[in-house]
C-alpha cells in the first residue's frame, strides 16, 4: 500500500474510536459554520431591508433606541419627506410605517405603503402572483406564507387589529420576513395605531449623477440632531455590536473546538500509536526514517479533522437549509459563503496539527529494537 493509502486508512481502523473523534469534533465545526452563516445571513438581510428597492440609503430617527434595528422605535412626522424630497439630489424618498399588528389570531409584521405605489420602481423587492397590489383604503396583500397556511386568497378578508382588509393580492419575496408579513395603506395603519402623520423610516433615492456621499452629509449637517441616514448595517450602532458579540462569540466556539477537539485527537492519536508500537517499529527497521513516521502520524490526525469538518459541514448546512425551506427561520435564511466554511476547515486543520503533532513526535521518537519486542 502507497504512503499516502496508509494514511488514509490508518485512523479508521478502529471504528468506533474513529467516530467518536468524527463525532466530537463535527460538533465544535458545524456550530462555527452554523454561526457564521446565520451572522451572514442576518447581515444580508439587514442590508437588503436598508437598500429595497434600490433605495440609496435609509433615514431613521436619531434617537438612540431607533437605531437599534432598521425598522427603527421612534416614529418620524411625514412633514420630513418634503423637506428631504427638496434637496438637491434626491431623485425621490419614500415613506414606510412597521407596525406589529394581531393578523387575524396572531401577531405578526405589517407593512404601511402608499397605495397605487409600484414594485419595479417602490420600496420592496417583492413580486405580486396573484391579484395586484393597493389600489385604496382597507385593502391588503398578504405574503404567500400567510396565504398557505391560512388558506387565504385574492376576495378574502383579512382581519389586522379589529378591522377587516380585503384581500387584493399576494406577494412572494425572497426575504423569509415579508413572505410572512401584510401589507397595507399607510393611512389605514396610522389610525389603527393613532399616529397620524406618523412613520417608520425614510427610503430615499439618489439621482444617477449625485453623490449619496454628498446627499447623506448635508442631512447630517442639517439636521443631525433629528435624523440619522444609515448606508450599512455598520451605522446602526447597537445592530453593529450585536454582530461584533455573535463574531466575538463565533471565535470563542473556535477557540473552544480546538481546545477540546485537539484535547479529543491527541487521545485518539495516542491510542493509536499505542496500538501500532510493533507495527511502527518494523517500518523503522526497514528504513523508514522518523521525519516520514512523524509525517504518516500527522497526516493520520489531519485526515480525522477534516472528515470532522466535512461531515459536520454538510449536517449543518443541510439541517439550516432544510429549516429555511420549511419556513422555521422565517427572519432571515443562513448564507454559507466560501469564507464561512473555509473558516470551519481552518480550525479543522489547527485541531488537527495541535492534537497530531505530540502523538506523531512520541511515534518518531520510538526505538525500533523496543518498538519489535513490544506485543
Given at each position: ?21 468524527i ?5 465544535g ?25 434600490g433605495?440609496?440609503?435609509?433615514i ?21 419627506l418634503?423637506?428631504?424630497r ?7 424618498v419614500?415613506?414606510i410605517?412597521l407596525?406589529?399588528l ?9 407593512i404601511?405603503?402608499?397605495p ?23 385593502q391588503?396583500?398578504i405574503?404567500?406564507?400567510?396565504s ?5 386568497t ?11 382588509f ?10 423569509p420576513?415579508?413572505?410572512s408579513?401584510v401589507?397595507a395603506?399607510i393611512?389605514?395603519l ?6 397620524k ?8 433615492y439618489?439621482?444617477?449623477?449625485a ?19 444609515v ?5 446602526l ?32 492519536m495516542?491510542?493509536s500509536?499505542y ?8 517500518l ?31 449536517i449543518?448546512v ?9 419556513g ?14 473555509a ?11 495541535i ?21
Amino acid at each position: 500500500m502507497s504512503f499516502l493509502g496508509l494514511i488514509f486508512k490508518n485512523p479508521f481502523r478502529n471504528k468506533a474510536r474513529a467516530a467518536l473523534a468524527i463525532i466530537g469534533i463535527g460538533i465544535g465545526i458545524a456550530t462555527i459554520v452554523a454561526l457564521g452563516g446565520m451572522t451572514t445571513g442576518l447581515t444580508q438581510s439587514l442590508d437588503e431591508t436598508l437598500h429595497q428597492g434600490g433605495a440609496d440609503f435609509t433615514i431613521l430617527s436619531s434617537e438612540d433606541d431607533a437605531q437599534g434595528t432598521p425598522y427603527g422605535t421612534k416614529n418620524l412626522n411625514d412633514t420630513w419627506l418634503d423637506k428631504i424630497r427638496s434637496m438637491d439630489g434626491v431623485k425621490k424618498v419614500e415613506a414606510i410605517y412597521l407596525v406589529t399588528l394581531p393578523i387575524d389570531d396572531d401577531l405578526g409584521m405589517v407593512i404601511g405603503l402608499e397605495p397605487n405605489n409600484t414594485f419595479d420602481t417602490g420600496s420592496l423587492d417583492t413580486e405580486i402572483i396573484e391579484g395586484g397590489f393597493l389600489a385604496s383604503d382597507h385593502q391588503a396583500v398578504i405574503g404567500k406564507l400567510i396565504s398557505e397556511e391560512s388558506n387565504l386568497t385574492v376576495g378574502d378578508k383579512i382581519k389586522l387589529a379589529d378591522e377587516e382588509f380585503e384581500v387584493v393580492g399576494i406577494s412572494e419575496s425572497g426575504d423569509p420576513s415579508y413572505n410572512s408579513a401584510v401589507m397595507a395603506p399607510i393611512s389605514d395603519l396610522q389610525d389603527i395605531m393613532d399616529q397620524k402623520g406618523q412613520i417608520s423610516m425614510i427610503y430615499v433615492y439618489a439621482e444617477n449623477n449625485a453623490s449619496v456621499d454628498t446627499i447623506t452629509k448635508k442631512i447630517n449637517d442639517s439636521y443631525g440632531e433629528e435624523l440619522t441616514t444609515v448606508t450599512s448595517v455598520s451605522d446602526l450602532k447597537q445592530m453593529a455590536e450585536m454582530l461584533n458579540m455573535l463574531d466575538v462569540f463565533k471565535w470563542g466556539i473556535s477557540l473552544l473546538a480546538i481546545v477540546i477537539g485537539g484535547i479529543g485527537i491527541i487521545n485518539t492519536m495516542i491510542m493509536s500509536v499505542y496500538e501500532r508500537t510493533r507495527e511502527i517499529g518494523v517500518l523503522r527497521a526497514v528504513g523508514w526514517r522518523k521525519s516520514r513516521i512523524l509525517t504518516m502520524i500527522l497526516g493520520e490526525s489531519l485526515v480525522l479533522t477534516m472528515s470532522s469538518a466535512f461531515i459536520g459541514t454538510v449536517i449543518i448546512v443541510a439541517i439550516l437549509e432544510i429549516l429555511s425551506w420549511l419556513g422555521y427561520l422565517s427572519v432571515f435564511s443562513p448564507i454559507f459563503t466560501w469564507d464561512v466554511i473555509a473558516q470551519g476547515f481552518a480550525v479543522a486543520i489547527g485541531v488537527g496539527l495541535i492534537g497530531g503533532i505530540y502523538p506523531a513526535y512520541r511515534a518518531s521518537k520510538l526505538p525500533p529494537i523496543e518498538a519489535l519486542r513490544y506485543e
